[in-house]
């Protein structure tokens, strides 16, 4: 049922090349777009491989890998030497990045929760916490003014983008502003959180969880 799951998502996406689910002559001449995305589909009990062509191969990548996730299947790519077989049953380790120091993959919190503690400077002044299927959080800012951003994907597709806030300032339009790498960023006053704020939300976005008292997101349209 897993793999079901996951194929009648994906093909969606990447229609199949024949079969019951491929596209029509006359779709594929409405949508020239979907010629590019057509995949060859070899179906087995316990597996399915995919092949596609390499005008969407770097797309392709991280959306079937977020359709493993989703369908709660394992996902393998055999090109670029072969990624170890995953099975999302963590979403450690997670890629940390920031403006001092090479990205590392990390699979314990105390690790970030150092390099946050070394924003203290403006050469210091943001960093941003990645899971294996792209959704991330990120913070800007240094000494005890921040701000925070989060994406996390709903499906292999979807999306939300949020910006965190304090609910006690009843959402104020407000304008303040946090410097990050230099640059004075306009946000809501009410978007300006403290250290330990941060700490707080990252560890929440670590475990999947909402913990963090008084902080409310708010979408973010791009």
């Given at each position: 049922m897993d793999l079901q799951r996951f194929f009648h998502q994906i093909r969606l996406i990447f229609p199949p090349m024949n079969g019951a689910f491929a596209p029509s002559d006359e779709e594929l001449s409405a949508r020239p777009d979907l010629e590019e995305r057509l995949c060859d589909y070899c179906i087995?009990?316990?597996i399915i491989y995919l092949s596609l062509s390499y005008s969407v191969a770097d797309s392709a990548y991280n959306l079937v890998?977020?359709?493993?996730?989703?369908?709660?299947?394992?996902?393998?790519?055999?090109?670029?030497?072969g990624e170890a077989l995953v099975y999302f049953e963590s979403r450690c380790p997670m890629l940390l990045e920031g403006g001092w120091f090479q990205a590392v993959s990390v699979s314990d919190f105390g690790s970030v929760r150092t390099k946050l503690g070394e924003m203290t400077a403006k050469e210091r002044?943001?960093?941003?916490?990645?899971d294996p299927v792209g959704s991330y959080i990120q913070v800007g800012g240094f000494g005890d003014i921040f701000t925070v951003e989060r994406r996390v994907y709903t499906d292999c597709m979807s999306y939300t983008h949020q910006k965190a806030g304090y609910l006690s300032a009843g959402g104020s339009d407000e304008e303040g502003c946090v410097e990050i790498a230099g640059n004075q960023v306009s946000v809501k006053r009410h978007q300006i959180l403290s250290g330990g704020t941060v700490q707080q939300l990252f560890w929440d976005f670590f475990r999947q969880t909402e913990t963090?008292?008084?902080i409310g997101w708010t979408e973010i349209q791009l």
């Open positions: 087995g009990e316990d890998k977020r359709a493993a996730y989703f369908a709660g299947v394992g996902f393998f790519s055999p090109s670029d030497g002044s943001y960093l941003y916490l990645t963090a008292d008084q």
